[in-house]
């Protein structure tokens, strides 16, 4: 029953980038395999050097960065969305599996869901 | 295996009333899954959803009261309906419980809904036959 | 009837960010059902990917878009979304 | 002190559609002259023979139609977002003057705002 | 006219907290027009931004409660925030007034917010030099 | 300094519809600020078209967005955010 949690918004302007984290974690709290995927905005996310401090609210790359000791299993983004913010090796946060887009990732998992 | 009745569903609602068309979407579904003959094991109202809850909602009197449909639904066909503890403490979504905890001035959560964590989604998610998430359009 | 190998729920119009992400990962084998805001592609035509095509009755006639019923995608009501949802192995709410 | 109402989102799917008309509605009732203006998904208000029944909504086909009579001094559409949505005039409601999105609309009002 | 000071805002929020930005940009605004000697006429609360003015929102303790923010800063600065009436009523906040007046089991108004009709708004456009609107992002 | 005719306030990602309409609304008198969201247009660098562009900075700050500091936007805090909405004759938010 392994579970795909999909992120397509950017980070800090919507909450349900956050609310899937949770639904991560959540499953993994309860040993269910969960991987995230992060695709359009919501590659952003996996940006490094993200200090939130300054509109009031926690950055997330620590959570993220975590994700493997929780035990969440792959933390995927989306290649051609990644190019497309400018995203490289040297400005993502460690740990993330670059893959593309399509029915063939699907296929990987039992479940796939969005936060929101 | 649509032929064999009596499968089994978790609802998600992921979109507030009055702001997505999710709670009514999900309505339409809960209620002729029902018809034919399935059960509803739970609804998990996540995030915005988690709107859905409230007791004090009180739309024009030619509009539909979202929060009231679905109360009836779910206490009619004994379907549990429960809101995300996370979210719903962020969106000022409270019981009598939690009022207390946090010293808030009322409770604003409708029977028969209650409060609690994703556990109940990750179980609902392992015991159902299908889960259903009903996000915002737009 | 043939089954439905991932039945893709969209309820986003086709102005929407994810709407385009959907029909990316929608493959022959699959079904893609149009509801709320989906049901909109029946008007803009861009459907002319994989997969079998579905639409929630009641949202085609809240929309207006009576005249485009049977065009490109098989009219469903909401006993017939509980059938396929189960009929599918497996379904993806966008 | 003339206002541009703008909508582009679809309607029933989101409620800012409704609360932009309460907007224009409300700054008529107030003797201050107010325009709508339909882009995107949003043109999609415009379509005659709404039946929103089946959805448990009222239908806003005669709320627009009303709008002349409220005060609403013009109900405009963005062409290009009416010919994406195959709308014309046999399908577009009565009393809808079509425009290009341009600098050019913003211009000829002192303010613009979307309901969200 | 940047450079005389003294100039007034209507604010309008149409983004509610813990699902859009909205609020904390507002507020960032808010703070430095008054610092740099402006004032607010009002802060005017419409669609999803009424969950603003809830009195029972309770965010996890390492997190900043913006509905208490905001309360903070119309109280020091003699600031009325005004929820949409309509908007409000839809969304479940409502005060003791309309507690009242729609029977309803409590009511969940932050002080020192209140409820009134797009006529304020409307108000505001006019008197303000100028409105600025705040809404959800994604 | 030249004024402003409009200022555009976007709070939008690339990936929202609303935000490429607002590029197409953007005239050579104005100003076009980014804020939340619509800060990403910096990594994106779409932003070839008319007008002065301001960002601001603690949006800038949250995204990790720092290496792109002054490629092709001017940075702003609050307080210049606020003179901007002055100094312009008109301001939208998208």
């Known amino acids: 029953m392994s579970t795909l949690i999909m992120i397509d918004q950017a980070p800090y302007g919507a909450w349900t980038g956050r609310e899937a984290l949770d639904m991560a974690f959540s499953l993994a709290a309860f040993d269910q395999p969960a991987s995230l995927f992060f695709t359009g905005a919501g590659v952003n996310w996996l940006r490094q050097n993200q200090e939130a401090g300054g509109i009031g609210q926690k950055s997330v790359e620590k959570n993220l960065s975590a994700a493997p000791i929780f035990g969440i299993e792959a933390i995927l983004a989306d290649r051609a969305a990644c190019e497309t913010y400018g995203l490289d090796e040297n400005s993502l946060i460690e740990g993330v599996t670059l893959v593309d887009a399509d029915a063939a990732l699907l296929n990987d998992y039992d479940?796939?869901?969005?936060?929101? | 295996m649509a032929e064999t009745a009596s499968e089994t569903f978790t609802l998600v609602i992921t979109g507030a009333p009055y702001s997505s068309q999710a709670p009514q979407t999900a309505l339409g579904?809960?209620?002729?899954?029902?018809?034919?003959?399935?059960?509803?094991?739970r609804v998990f109202l996540y995030g915005d959803g988690v709107h859905l809850a409230s007791a004090l909602s009180a739309p024009p009197s030619d509009e539909t009261n979202w929060s009231e449909e679905w109360s009836r639904f779910l206490?009619?066909?004994?379907?549990?309906?429960?809101a995300?503890?996370?979210?719903?403490?962020?969106?000022?979504?409270?019981?009598?419980?939690?009022?207390?905890?946090?010293?808030?001035?009322?409770?604003?959560?409708?029977t028969p809904f209650e409060?609690?964590?994703?556990?109940?989604?990750?179980?609902?998610?392992?015991?159902?036959?299908?889960?259903?998430y009903f996000h915002a359009g737009d | 009837m043939a089954t439905i190998q991932t039945l893709h729920i969209l309820n986003k119009s086709p102005d929407h960010p994810r709407a385009a992400r959907c029909l990316e990962m929608v493959s022959?084998?699959?079904?893609?059902?149009?509801?709320?805001?989906g049901v909109l592609f029946l008007a803009t035509g861009h459907l002319s990917g994989p997969g079998k095509v579905f639409a929630l009755s009641p949202d085609i006639d809240a929309r207006g878009l009576g005249e485009f019923k049977g065009s490109n995608a098989e009219l469903v009501d909401f006993a017939r979304m509980v059938e396929l949802s189960l009929e599918a192995n497996r379904v993806i709410s966008w």
């Open chain 3, 28 to 37: 022959e084998d699959d079904g893609l059902l149009l509801t709320g805001g």
């Open chain 2, 29 to 41: 579904f809960a209620q002729a899954a029902v018809t034919a003959g399935h059960r509803i094991d």
């Open chain 2, 115 to 132: 409060i609690a964590g994703l556990g109940e989604w990750v179980e609902g998610r392992i015991k159902s036959t299908r889960t259903l």
């Open chain 2, 84 to 110: 995300c503890i996370a979210s719903a403490l962020r969106r000022g979504l409270v019981n009598e419980t939690e009022q207390k905890r946090y010293e808030l001035p009322a409770a604003n959560l409708r």
């Open chain 1, 111 to 116: 479940h796939t869901a969005f936060a929101g």
């Open chain 2, 75 to 82: 206490s009619e066909h004994s379907v549990p309906g429960v």
